[in-house]
């Protein structure tokens, strides 16, 4: 039920995602699912945390990979989310789609969603610091503010990629974001000449 949830409340939201429609998508009798789950509310809270399992895994995936440079990894990270949005009909981020149903009528997911993006922005923030401590991100930076900067551009940008169902916003704003990160640091190492 949990991994149908993950499309359906994407494709749906959690407003017009009736548990019936669950029920039906998964062949669950009703009594089961009061079984797994104490409400509605309840079931999208555990389709969150599932859908920050396959988050996690990508972040280890990619940031892990040590064989490639921090911003490289961070970089890929958004690259291989990208790629799993297309396959899901550039419908975007889950968390920023129930963030903006809800964050205003329901403080249980504002706080549950903005953990969660919290904790990605943490998980990226640490691989800032070992772009900055490498000389790839400006010294002047401070490496949480800029893990914060790429997660709120990234879910500004999966929005415009879901209105248009179309990746360009988000291949966009990665490349901006990124040259300008370059041309800082470059900025840095050039010499003022006298």
């Known amino acids: 039920m949990l991994n149908a949830g993950l499309s359906m409340l994407l494709r749906h939201g959690y407003n017009d995602l009736g548990i019936q429609a669950v029920l039906k998508e998964t062949g669950t009798p009703k009594g089961s699912f009061y079984h797994h789950f104490a409400s509605k509310e309840d079931f999208a809270l555990q389709v969150i945390e599932r859908y920050m399992d396959e988050v996690h895994r990508g972040l280890d995936a990619t940031l892990g990979d040590h064989s490639l440079p921090p911003l490289e990894r961070v970089r890929r990270f958004f690259e291989a989310t990208r790629d799993k949005y297309r396959g899901d009909g550039y419908l975007g981020c889950m968390l920023g789609g129930l963030g903006q149903e809800l964050s205003g009528v329901s403080p249980v997911f504002q706080e549950k969603i903005e953990a969660c ?78």
């Open 117 to 194: 993006m919290s904790a990605i922005a943490s998980r990226i923030a640490d691989c800032m610091e070992q772009a900055q401590a490498s000389g790839d991100l400006p010294r002047g930076s401070d490496p949480r503010h800029m893990a914060n900067l790429i997660v709120n551009c990234w879910e500004g940008a999966a929005l415009r990629s879901r209105l248009c169902r179309d990746p360009a916003p988000l291949d966009s704003m990665l490349d901006f974001y990124f040259s300008a990160i370059k041309d800082k640091a470059r900025g840095e190492r050039t010499p003022v000449s006298r």
